[in-house]
Structures are given as C-alpha cells and as structure tokens.
C-alpha cells in the first residue's frame, strides 16, 4: 500500500500528509508481536485507513485544508480516530478536502487539487475528494471522510467506490472540525459494502465528548450484512424500494437517469419491488441547506482568531490581528460562506432566510419520514452528473452548489445513506462511474447495505 499510495501520488495529489514509512512499519510490527503472542490484534488490525484533514490526528498535521491551520497539529486525536487506532487500524496519511468541507471538488483546498483517478483531467468529488480517490485508486483500504451535505457521496459516485454516510449522531463528531454542527457527520469510503460495514462498526456509538452522538444501541453491522444470501435468485425480496421521481427530472445528465433506472430494474430482478415516490419536497431543500450551512459555519469558524490555532498574522492591535490573521488564512469560498452566514443571521433577516430555512428544513424531514414510512429505502443518483473537469465550475459557485441537490435533504433530516457504483456513463478513456444513493431510515444503516460483486 505505501508503495502504491508513493507512485500514485504526484498523478492524483490525494494525501496533504502521508505518515514516513518507519511510523506504519513500526505500527504494522507491532501488530505482528501482539499476534506471535497470541493476543487479540483488533477487527482493524493492519487495515490501511486515510483520514481527511478536517479530522484531528495528534501526530500529523491537521488543517482543514486551510492556511488558516497550516501547521496546526492537534494534541489528541478525534475519536473515531483514536477508535480505529485502538482496534489495529494504521492511519498511513491526511488526505485532500475543500477548505473545512466548503466546496463540491476539493479545488477550493488552500494547498492542491486532488485529480479523479478514473480520468486526471476531472475532479474527484469533495469535499472529501482526498479520501475518495485515495480507495479508489488503492492507496489505502478505506478512509474516514465527513458529510455536512454529500461530501462522502457526492466524492463516492465521482470516483467509483462504496461511501456511506451514516444517521445523524450514529458517529461521535468530537474531533471533526465543525462546519455546520447540526448537519456534520463522519463517514465511511471503502471499496465493498462489508468493508464499510466494518468500519462504521469501529467508530459507532455513543461518546461522552459529543453532546449529540446518541445513545442508541450500534447493532452487529457486518452479521447483518452477511445475512443475505446471494446464492438465493431473489435475495432481496421483500424489500421495498421508492425511487423518488423528482431527483431523475430535468437537470439531471441523461446517461446518470438511464443508469439509475437500470439499478432499479436490477433491484428488481433481485426482488425488490421498486415504484416510484414523490417527495415534493425535493428542491426546497438546497436553498435552506446552504443557508443553514452557512449560518453555522459562519458562527463555527469564529473561533480562528490567529490566537487559538494555527497561523497569525504579525500586527501590533488586537483587531488587526484578527483581521489579518482572516483574511490571510480563509480562501474565497470561506469568505463568501461566512458572508452569507452573517447576512443570514443578522438582526433584520433572520426571520426572512435563517427561520424560513429551518421551517423548510422540518418540511423535508416530515417528507422523508412519510415516505419511508412506506418505503424500506429511497433510492437516486448520488450526484446529477458524473465527475466534471477541473475547472469546469470552478467560477461559477451557483452551479457547483447545484450539484448538491441530491445529497443535502439526507442532512437536513439526519438520515443514513450508502453509495454504491451501479454503472458508467461515457466520458475520460474508461468510462466515468455513477453512483446510486439508498436512504435509510434514522438508525437503520443496515438497510441500505445492499451490494454484489464489485
Ligand atoms: N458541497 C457542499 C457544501 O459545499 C457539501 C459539503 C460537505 O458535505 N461538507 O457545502
């Protein structure tokens, strides 16, 4: 894996920090001792993991993708992280996100843009991009990303791997740097289902350093998996799935649209029975969702003075500090976030566009609710589009932000959602993947663990 993740590298630009090798080594032979003894090595043992850079890590830098953090190194270690060490798990590296999750390609990191390894010209998805290009092109066995509005999926589909975003509090958030604290939640990126199974079942479960991770019980995620047997012709039967009409309408990229009829077709014959449901709720929730995000980010990054963490700007004033210590560190899109977020929450349009979004918010909730109240799973596309060029959106935010349509409302109502590959669409020399969407129930991850051989 180190060798393959080094030759990668300078084509893919995943990693903001890859471990030296002596450090895997020595963790990696420490693992052989523990198991020469016969002692319990952990479900992770040896197992490869990336962590996106929005996640602390006490020996590795952690930046957020931002100048803002450059050089910052936590002193401690974000608890899904801490978990997957104490299960044998070796974090090998940091890897490439849009500057604290803000952005839909990674182009928006402060350092480098990631390239997607299906096709170098086009972008890998983001936020979490990094993290995504890095199972897919093998550099490492899975990676830890973080989904605020479909940094996980949206990064999954455009790169061909499995990325699984789970319940709302299912993962503990202590240690994620907070982008918008009611939508942010750790994921998973792996090559199979079973794989991100093991990896949710690491970091679930209730942590006394987040408020909001829940209590709720973490069931066995792998048995259940297992359960299914695909020897049987109709393993799946039963289950009912509603492809939710709305996300393959106008703006959607027509070979995204067949692909994803054919998936349904496939549930089918896999017995499922598959009909289409209406949410009309649908487009409400993109507008709410960046005005909610923004609010939150907007009071979340407050905390980056120049005092507390990271980079500070010389001055001989403390307002001047702060202020070119920000101005310095945040990039382009952070600004404009933050400027939307303090609009937002002014005195004078709070009730017009922050109250409004939260309504809309409840609207979208009340939808989903309704709908899998029927339904075991909703499926869509992941993303409207396959991956794009570099720099094909790069200046016009309002279509990046467009793209998100089919992953924000899963935020905005707390729900678990897996990726998964189901087909190409034409484009780069091999054809570009898609990614279907399920959405599960709250808590009920396991119902969205649907797979067959990649
Ligand atoms: N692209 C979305 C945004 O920029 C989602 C990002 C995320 O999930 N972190 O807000």
Redesign the pocket.
């Known amino acids: 894996f180190l060798s393959r993740l080094r030759r990668a590298e300078p084509h893919l630009r995943s990693f903001l920090h890859v471990s030296p090798d002596e450090d895997v080594l020595r963790q990696a032979r420490r693992l052989d001792e523990i198991l020469q003894r016969n002692e319990d090595v952990g479900p992770l043992a040896g197992v490869i993991v990336a962590v996106k850079d929005n996640i602390c890590t006490s020996d590795m830098p952690s930046t957020a993708g931002s100048r803002v953090l450059e050089g910052y190194r936590p002193p401690f270690d974000a608890t899904a992280v801490r978990r997957i060490r104490e299960m044998g798990g070796i974090v090998v590296g940091k890897t490439n996100?849009?500057e604290?999750?803000?952005?839909?390609t990674t182009e928006?990191s402060a350092f480098q843009v990631t390239a997607n390894p299906w096709d170098v010209s086009r972008v890998p998805g983001?936020?979490?991009g990094g993290s995504a290009a890095a199972v897919s092109a093998r550099q490492c066995m899975v990676s830890l990303g973080?989904?605020?509005?479909?940094?996980?999926?949206?990064p999954a589909s455009f790169c061909g791997v499995v990325g699984l975003k789970p319940t709302y509090g299912r993962v503990s958030r202590f240690g994620l740097m907070a982008?918008?604290s009611s939508?942010?939640v750790i994921g998973c990126f792996s090559s199979s289902v079973f794989d991100a199974g093991i990896l949710l079942q690491a970091i679930s479960g209730h942590d006394t350093s987040d408020a909001t991770s829940s209590k709720q019980v973490v069931p066995d995620f792998t048995s259940q998996f297992t359960s299914i047997s695909l020897s049987e012709s109709k393993p799946l039967k039963g289950l009912k799935v509603g492809l939710i009409s709305e996300t393959l309408e106008d703006g959607v990229d027509t070979g995204v649209a067949s692909t994803i009829r054919a998936a349904a077709s496939h549930l089918e014959e896999l017995g499922c029975s598959v009909s289409e449901v209406s949410l009309p709720s649908f487009s409400l929730g993109l507008p709410a969702?960046?005005i909610l995000?923004?609010s939150e980010?907007s009071s979340n990054l407050s905390r980056y003075d120049g005092v507390r963490y990271g980079n500070q700007a010389p001055a001989d004033e403390l307002n001047a500090l702060y202020g070119d210590s920000r101005a310095k560190g945040f990039g382009h899109?952070v600004k404009m976030?933050i400027l939307m977020g303090t609009y937002a929450l002014s005195a004078g349009y709070y009730d017009a566009y922050y109250k409004r979004a939260q309504q809309v918010r409840t609207i979208v909730r009340k939808g989903f609710k309704a709908a899998l109240d029927v339904y075991d799973i909703l499926i869509s596309p992941a993303a409207p589009s396959a991956a794009y060029r570099i720099g094909e959106k790069k200046n016009d935010p309002l279509a990046?932000?467009a793209?998100?349509i089919m992953?924000?409302n899963v935020?905005l109502a707390g729900l678990p959602a897996l990726v998964l590959p189901c087909g190409f669409v034409e484009g780069g020399s091999a054809g570009l993947p898609v990614g279907l969407q399920m959405i599960g129930a709250a808590f009920d991850e396991s119902q969205v663990q649907y797979q067959e051989d990649l």
């Open positions: 996100l849009d604290f999750g803000m952005g839909s928006s983001g936020s979490s973080s989904d605020t509005g479909g940094s996980v999926r949206q982008y918008a939508l942010d969702y960046y995000a923004s980010s899109e976030r990046m932000y793209g998100d992953t924000v935020n």
